[in-house]
C-alpha cells in the first residue's frame, strides 16, 4: 500500500485549524483488503492529564463519552481542563470518506486501569471490511480545530458544514 499525506494549516481567531488528507493507492496488481477491526483511520490520544475526571466527548449525533464508541457522527469534540483554561479538539470527518458517516472508536471511562484516558479514533473499518482495488486512489479527510474555551453544537454543526460543503466560485470571463 502506498499512502502519502497532505497537511494544511491555519491560524485562525480561537485557534488553529487543519486538514489531514490520508491518499491510499494499493501498490501491487492484487486488491487490498482493510478487514474490520476496531482501529483504523484517523485517531486522537489527549494527554495523560485528561481523564474521566476533567473532559468531556460530544458527536454530532448528541452522544456522550458512555454512548460514543461504535457510534458514527460527523464530528465530535473533545474538552477539557488544562493549566489556562479550558480548551478542546474538534475532528471533523469528510462525507466523501469510506463509510461515512464513520465508526468512532474511543477508550471508555474504564480504560488505562480506570483512568479513563482519552482517545479518539475515526475507523472506518470498525463494522465492515473496505477492499481497495489495484491502480484505483482513495481519499480519507479530516479537519481539525484545536481552541480555547468551550465548543457549541452550533458551532462544530457550522464548522462541519464549511468543510464538507465549501462555497462554489463560478468566474463568468463572458461578462
Not at 2 to 24: P, Q, R, T, V, Y
Not at 75 to 101: C, E, Q, V
Not at 163 to 172: G, S, W, Y
Request: aromatic share 14%.
Amino acid at each position: 500500500m502506498n499512502e502519502w499525506w497532505k497537511i494544511k494549516a491555519w491560524n485562525i481567531s480561537g485557534g488553529f485549524l487543519w486538514d489531514f488528507e490520508s491518499h491510499l493507492r494499493p501498490s501491487t496488481p492484487l486488491p487490498v483488503l482493510i478487514k474490520e477491526y476496531r482501529y483504523a483511520g484517523f485517531g486522537y490520544r489527549a494527554t495523560g492529564e485528561w481523564t474521566k475526571e476533567n473532559c468531556e466527548m460530544f458527536t454530532s449525533e448528541g452522544k456522550t463519552r458512555q454512548q460514543i464508541d461504535g457510534s458514527t457522527a460527523r464530528w465530535i469534540y473533545i474538552t477539557g481542563d488544562t493549566k489556562t483554561g479550558r480548551s478542546g479538539l474538534l475532528f471533523l470527518g469528510h462525507p466523501d470518506n469510506f463509510n461515512a458517516p464513520e465508526p468512532l472508536r474511543i477508550w471508555d471511562e474504564n480504560a488505562n486501569g480506570g483512568r479513563g484516558d482519552a482517545f479518539i479514533n475515526f475507523a472506518p473499518t470498525k463494522n465492515k471490511d473496505w477492499e481497495l482495488k489495484p491502480a484505483n486512489h482513495y481519499l480519507l479527510r479530516y479537519r481539525i480545530l484545536s481552541y480555547e474555551g468551550e465548543m457549541t453544537k452550533e458551532r462544530a454543526d457550522m464548522l462541519w458544514n464549511d468543510f464538507a460543503h465549501p462555497p462554489v466560485i463560478i468566474i463568468d470571463s463572458n461578462q
